[in-house]
């Protein structure tokens, strides 16, 4: 019986009408400044971008169609020195021989022997 005696039955009093603050109109306006500021710097970097990666994007076709033109102005310039060589004795030529090693680089071709 000395918990029912403990026990608050009092009601808490609540408002019906709901707590409101009052914004300042002019700090709101700043925000909203600030924020449609950094959207339309963030629209120009995107537009930035795409301007730079079609820059990119072009310039790596440039270079893979001239690399392209290259290895075709090579196998056209092979083909004839290869006829060349097949007319000339082996012995002449430093590929006849088993020790000797011939590697063909971007700048040309490149002689290893084991001696």
Known sequence: MA???????????????????VKNPKRVAAGK???????????????KIAEADAIIANEQLRRAEE???RAE???????????TASQTPAAKTPSADPQTV???????????SRR
Do not use: Y
């Open 33 to 47: 400044a600030v924020a449609e500021k950094n959207r339309q710097a963030r629209e120009e970097q995107r537009k």
């Open 67 to 69: 690399a392209a033109r």
């Open 3 to 21: 918990d029912s005696e403990n026990v608050d039955t009092t009601q808490q009093v609540i408002s019906k009408v709901p707590v409101t603050s």
């Open 73 to 83: 102005e090579a196998v056209k310039v092979e083909a004839p020195e290869a006829k």
């Open 102 to 112: 011939q590697l063909r680089g971007s700048k040309g071709f490149l002689m290893l």
